[in-house]
């Protein structure tokens, strides 16, 4: 694209700004109405040629395009010699395709307005083609205009191109995506479509580089954010401590007032809290605002709303901290009294280890093993055998048995450790239940799961054998063991 007629068109645009009539984001449109005859004195006369600038004729008394007349030349050979005395009235309209401005510049995301104005009026149509950089628009009508954030650089298209890096920085993007996670995950119908949604998106990054009139979208987006409902596109309603209703008319925001909103809008940007800090703002907001409110109304008092959100958080995480250790203390102490359950299990055990090894030390088989041909003795002995059995087996079931008390505890207690409010939903490891075990709990598990397998085994081994002994004596088969016993005792 050749640079002269870039700059010849930026000249008509300018010198002609009287007849600009309207834009879209490709096209930029003035509109003049004249009579045939005074075609001569038209600005297209003036207008440069270019495949970029499109000019169409219409009728002003039945809006038809006139087909075939694309310049004045052409309107004049369609009314020959007589184009000089013809008073019909003409509407002329000429577009001209940003596209030749755009293609000169080195951004990924740009755009190109004619007034500040209509990008206001537009910017939510507008296209992010790459999320990781910054959008560029340049405005040509207004030579002032100088508004730079993390994610927007609006500047006057004569201003030199600056030198800084287009891309958005990773801080600035994590934000966004940790807002947005939030936002989505609360609400189910709510999701920060582009970055323009995001209030800080309109953040100026310092007072030399801020736009008054651009400032006020990021009051705007706050209130979209932070409001219960909204109302209409400049009004909300928020509820508190009782309801208010806040009209937001379109007014220049200050650098200050910008920074006083920053402020307040990271203090609801809290992943862990964000719930419980946006109650908080809505039910600070609500006594301090009148019941009908608007920006006035807000920034008169948002020093003081932001210095009572933070006194009164800091109240209320000390409220926290009391209630963790009230039941982290709670906690730790069902912990202790599950232990000692445990132990008691395990104290049981043994017991009745001990209960069954002394009762094999009697003299029962010395006395009934004297005399092995005597009918009582056979009988006496077939029903110690039995007794014995009996007494293994039913000891088998209650430990057996009590794994599942041992387990019934443990689920008690995650089921406890899971119902803390503060404790379960503390992001300290160290109070999960898995920790606690592991800490307080697990030696003692161990301990009981050893004993108890040992047991088992032990109570398995006695049951054989003595079903074995009852079997060789009752029906004289199986009598390895009775055999082994008599060996031993060298009888």
Same mark, same amino acid.
């Given at each position: 694209?050749?640079?002269?007629?870039?700059?010849?068109?930026?000249?008509?645009?300018?010198?002609?700004?009287?007849?600009?009539?309207?834009?879209?984001?490709?096209?930029?449109?003035?509109?003049?109405?004249?009579?045939v005859?005074?075609?001569?004195?038209?600005?297209?006369?003036?207008?440069?040629?270019?495949?970029?600038?499109?000019?169409?004729f219409?009728?002003?008394?039945?809006?038809?395009?006139?087909?075939?007349?694309?310049?004045?030349?052409?309107?004049?050979?369609?009314?020959?010699?007589?184009?000089?005395?013809?008073s019909?009235?003409?509407?002329?309209?000429?577009?001209?395709?940003?596209?030749i401005?755009?293609?000169?510049?080195?951004?990924?995301?740009?755009?190109?307005?004619?007034?500040l104005?209509?990008?206001?009026?537009?910017?939510s149509?507008?296209?992010?083609?790459?999320?990781?950089?910054?959008?560029?628009?340049?405005?040509?009508?207004?030579?002032?205009v $100088?508004?730079? !954030?993390? =994610? *927007?650089?609006? +500047? /006057?298209?004569?201003?030199?191109?600056?030198?800084? &890096?287009?891309? %958005?920085?990773?801080?600035?993007?994590?934000?966004?995506?940790?807002?947005?996670?939030?936002?989505?995950?609360?609400?189910?119908?709510?999701?920060?479509?582009?970055?323009?949604?995001?209030?800080?998106?309109?953040?100026?990054?310092?007072?030399?580089?801020?736009?008054?009139?651009?400032?006020?979208?990021?009051?705007?987006?706050?209130?979209?954010?932070?409001?219960?409902?909204?109302?209409?596109?400049?009004?909300?309603?928020?509820?508190?401590?009782?309801?208010?209703?806040?009209?937001?008319?379109?007014?220049?925001?200050?650098?200050?007032?910008?920074?006083?909103?920053?402020?307040?809008?990271?203090?609801?940007?809290?992943?862990?809290?964000h719930?419980?800090?946006?109650?908080?703002?809505? $039910?600070?907001? !609500?006594? =301090? *605002?009148?019941? +009908? /409110?608007?920006?006035?109304?807000?920034?008169?008092? &948002?020093?003081? %709303?932001?210095?009572?959100?933070?006194y009164?958080?800091?109240?209320?995480?000390?409220?926290?901290?009391?209630l963790?250790?009230?039941?982290?203390?709670?906690?730790?102490?069902?912990?202790?009294?599950?232990?000692?359950?445990?132990?008691?299990?395990?104290?049981?055990?043994?017991?009745?280890m001990?209960?069954?090894?002394?009762?094999?030390?009697?003299?029962?088989?010395?006395?009934?093993?004297n005399?092995?041909?005597?009918v009582?003795?056979?009988?006496?002995?077939?029903?110690?055998?039995?007794?014995?059995?009996?007494?293994?087996?039913?000891n088998?079931?209650?430990?057996?048995?009590?794994?599942?008390?041992?387990?019934?505890?443990?689920?008690?207690?995650?089921?406890?450790?899971?119902?803390?409010?503060?404790?379960?939903?503390?992001?300290?490891? /160290?109070?999960?239940?898995?920790?606690l075990?592991?800490?307080?709990?697990?030696?003692?598990?161990?301990?009981?799961?050893s004993?108890?397998?040992?047991?088992?085994?032990?109570?398995t081994?006695?049951?054989?054998?003595?079903?074995?002994?009852?079997?060789?004596?009752?029906?004289?088969?199986?009598?390895?063991?009775?055999?082994?016993?008599?060996?031993?005792?060298?009888?």
């Amino acid at each position: 694209m050749d640079s002269l007629e870039i700059c010849s068109i930026e000249k008509f645009i300018n010198k002609y700004s009287e007849y600009y009539c309207s834009e879209t984001s490709n096209t930029i449109t003035f509109e003049e109405v004249i009579e045939v005859r005074g075609i001569d004195e038209s600005i297209i006369n003036h207008v440069p040629k270019s495949e970029d600038i499109n000019i169409s004729f219409f009728d002003m008394q039945n809006d038809e395009k006139f087909l075939g007349i694309d310049s004045a030349e052409k309107l004049r050979e369609v009314n020959g010699n007589s184009y000089s005395r013809n008073s019909t009235q003409v509407r002329i309209i000429t577009e001209v395709n940003k596209k030749i401005f755009l293609s000169q510049l080195p951004y990924v995301n740009k755009y190109i307005y004619f007034k500040l104005d209509y990008f206001i009026k537009q910017y939510s149509r507008l296209k992010w083609i790459d999320t990781d950089y910054k959008m560029f628009v340049f405005i040509i009508d207004d030579t002032n205009v $100088n508004f730079q !954030t993390d =994610f *927007l650089c609006v +500047q /006057s298209l004569k201003k030199d191109l600056g030198t800084e &890096s287009d891309r %958005i920085t990773e801080y600035a993007k994590g934000r966004y995506t940790s807002f947005n996670n939030i936002y989505s995950s609360i609400y189910d119908d709510k999701k920060l479509m582009s970055y323009f949604e995001f209030p800080l998106a309109w953040l100026p990054i310092c007072e030399s580089e801020s736009n008054e009139v651009l400032n006020n979208e990021m009051l705007i987006y706050f209130f979209n954010i932070i409001c219960n409902k909204k109302l209409d596109n400049s009004k909300f309603l928020i509820r508190g401590h009782k309801a208010i209703t806040v009209n937001l008319n379109v007014r220049q925001v200050s650098y200050i007032e910008a920074i006083c909103i920053k402020e307040l809008f990271e203090f609801v940007l809290d992943i862990d809290k964000h719930h419980d800090k946006l109650s908080l703002l809505r $039910n600070t907001m !609500t006594i =301090f *605002l009148d019941s +009908q /409110s608007d920006e006035a109304n807000f920034f008169d008092k &948002s020093n003081e %709303i932001l210095k009572a959100v933070k006194y009164n958080f800091d109240l209320y995480i000390q409220d926290k901290v009391k209630l963790f250790f009230d039941q982290k203390n709670k906690l730790l102490q069902e912990f202790i009294l599950t232990t000692k359950k445990i132990e008691d299990l395990t104290n049981g055990l043994i017991s009745q280890m001990k209960t069954i090894a002394l009762s094999l030390l009697g003299s029962i088989f010395l006395s009934l093993l004297n005399d092995l041909n005597k009918v009582s003795t056979h009988a006496l002995l077939n029903l110690v055998l039995l007794s014995y059995i009996f007494f293994f087996l039913f000891n088998m079931i209650i430990v057996f048995n009590q794994k599942e008390q041992k387990d019934s505890l443990t689920e008690s207690l995650k089921n406890y450790t899971s119902s803390l409010g503060v404790v379960g939903g503390s992001q300290n490891n /160290s109070l999960s239940y898995e920790t606690l075990k592991d800490e307080y709990l697990q030696k003692s598990l161990n301990l009981f799961d050893s004993y108890r397998k040992w047991t088992l085994i032990g109570l398995t081994v006695l049951l054989f054998m003595f079903l074995s002994l009852y079997v060789a004596n009752r029906f004289g088969t199986l009598t390895i063991f009775k055999d082994a016993i008599k060996f031993i005792i060298d009888y």
